[in-house]
């Protein structure tokens, strides 16, 4: 700062220059990349290998990870930054982009000791897709209620656990090589009885179940897993045992702004390809945009992704300086799926019939849209929490 200057505080969508750059090379890749592979992938369900492998190449699969772990020891926002950028091309590669960066890694980075951050972090840094398994049949909203046991047991080299049970819903995890799976070693202890658990893809016991054929974000991965007498050393407990609670709430408190981002990012992606087709299209002698009622509308969504904007910067950002984000992080994620849905509808009815065909990206991103509303708490949620902070009821 020269001398005389005052050093004023930011608005919370303006960015540092490094961030500006960081999110400019996220958006070209995403354009150059990604853009041309979303149909295939959306059909294939599955995301592309070679796109798999560049993702990591640029660091977009260790944003948070420090550099000395091979990671881009970059900040949680930029990491919000590019699950933005992602999503406003593919949700589904926003997704995976998230769960890794924002569940996974900071579970990590928070919670590992320092002998397991050097065992797990350079891979995912690396080559290695992580997954988050907190949900099953029975417990969804109420993950607490979750009944897969963790029963210690006494091995040559001290001990370790069996794990039983089955998750379900849990994304990324075709793809994925590390697992943080949370059982219980108690199930009279409550919620204090869960544990969270680091188990590798390939651990005897372990085997994926159904894959899900979804209404959106096809191409990313949702999978059931089994356990059957799974045996995880203790040595693969994250932080301790009886405290897995702390370290789910507190996780999927940061990956809401994710959800977030990937919501505002979806509802960026559809008001560009609304606003240009609106441009394009001519009907009664004029482009669609000369209508009043057109650019009324496209005023409208884009001041609603405005706001969902600042709601999720303004969560991540709190995140980083270390302050208190519970309540904006909800509030985030509920905004933007909120304006995501809205905006995605819109896009399509902008477009008309061929908003409705598969020739065009909107009509996926209307089937992606739905799904901000489900996971990581549903909108219900996070209306429950925002209440329960705001009003001091229980
Ligand atoms: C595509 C996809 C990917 C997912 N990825 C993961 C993952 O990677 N890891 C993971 O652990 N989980 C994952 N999930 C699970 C997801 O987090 C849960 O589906 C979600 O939390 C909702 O739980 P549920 O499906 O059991 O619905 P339920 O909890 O049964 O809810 C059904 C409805 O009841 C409402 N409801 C429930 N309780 C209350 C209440 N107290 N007051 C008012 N309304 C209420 C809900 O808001 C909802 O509308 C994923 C789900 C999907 C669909």
């Known amino acids: 700062m020269g001398a005389g200057q005052v050093d004023l505080p930011r608005a919370l969508t303006q960015l540092s220059e490094d961030e500006v750059m960081?999110?400019?090379?996220?958006?070209?890749?995403?354009?150059?990349?990604?853009?041309?592979?979303?149909?295939?992938?959306?059909?294939?369900?599955?995301?592309?290998?070679?796109?798999?492998?560049?993702?990591?190449?640029?660091?977009?699969?260790?944003?948070?990870?420090?550099?000395?772990?091979?990671?881009?020891?970059?900040?949680?926002?930029?990491?919000?930054?590019?699950?933005?950028?992602?999503?406003?091309?593919?949700?589904?590669?926003?997704?995976?982009?998230?769960?890794?960066?924002t569940l996974c890694i900071n579970a990590l980075n928070r919670w590992a000791s320092a002998e397991q951050k050097w065992r797990w972090l350079p891979r995912l840094a690396e080559d290695t897709v992580g997954a988050y398994a907190l949900s099953e049949a029975g417990s969804g909203s109420d993950a607490f209620a979750l009944e897969t046991r963790a029963t210690k047991r006494v091995s040559d080299h001290g001990h370790d656990y069996v794990l039983n049970g089955q998750k379900l819903w849990i994304t990324n995890a075709k793809e994925a090589g590390l697992f943080i799976v949370f059982a219980t070693?108690?199930?009279?202890?409550?919620?204090?009885?869960?544990?969270?658990?680091?188990?590798?893809?390939?651990?005897?016991?372990?085997?994926?179940?159904?894959?899900?054929?979804?209404?959106?974000?096809?191409?990313?991965?949702?999978?059931?897993?089994?356990?059957?007498?799974?045996?995880?050393?203790?040595?693969n407990v994250l932080g301790d045992v009886g405290k897995g609670y702390k370290i789910a709430i507190e996780t999927l408190n940061e990956g809401r702004i994710g959800i977030g981002a990937q919501m505002l990012g979806l509802a960026q992606g559809a008001w560009g390809h609304a606003a240009k087709w609106a441009k394009e299209r001519r009907q009664f002698g004029k482009a669609l945009i000369e209508f009043q009622a057109m650019q009324f509308q496209l005023a409208q969504m884009a001041t609603e992704i405005e706001v969902a904007r600042l709601a999720v910067y303004n969560a991540a950002r709190l995140k980083d300086n270390g302050s208190e984000f519970l309540k904006e992080a909800a509030m985030c994620k509920y905004v933007a799926s909120e304006v995501a849905e809205k905006v995605a509808s819109l896009a399509v009815e902008v477009f008309g019939g061929s908003g409705f065909v598969k020739d065009y990206p909107v009509e996926k991103l209307y089937r992606d849209a739905k799904i901000g509303k489900i996971y990581e708490g549903t909108s219900f949620m996070q209306l429950a929490t925002i209440g329960k902070l705001l009003l001091d009821v229980r």
């Not at 958006?27 to 295939?40: K, M, S």
């Not at 930029?78 to 933005?84: H, R």
């Not at 199930?187 to 979804?214: C, H, N, S």
């Open 22 to 101: 960081f999110q400019g090379s996220v958006r070209e890749f995403a354009a150059d990349r990604i853009a041309p592979l979303v149909r295939q992938m959306d059909e294939a369900q599955a995301f592309d290998g070679g796109l798999l492998k560049q993702l990591f190449e640029l660091g977009l699969m260790g944003i948070e990870i420090a550099e000395e772990y091979g990671g881009a020891g970059g900040t949680f926002f930029e990491a919000i930054l590019a699950v933005e950028a992602i999503s406003s091309v593919d949700p589904s590669v926003g997704v995976l982009v998230d769960v890794q960066n």
């Open 185 to 235: 070693v108690d199930r009279a202890a409550g919620y204090k009885g869960i544990t969270a658990f680091v188990v590798e893809q390939g651990t005897p016991g372990f085997a994926l179940g159904k894959k899900e054929d979804k209404l959106g974000i096809r191409a990313s991965s949702t999978c059931e897993l089994v356990f059957t007498d799974c045996v995880v050393p203790a040595a």
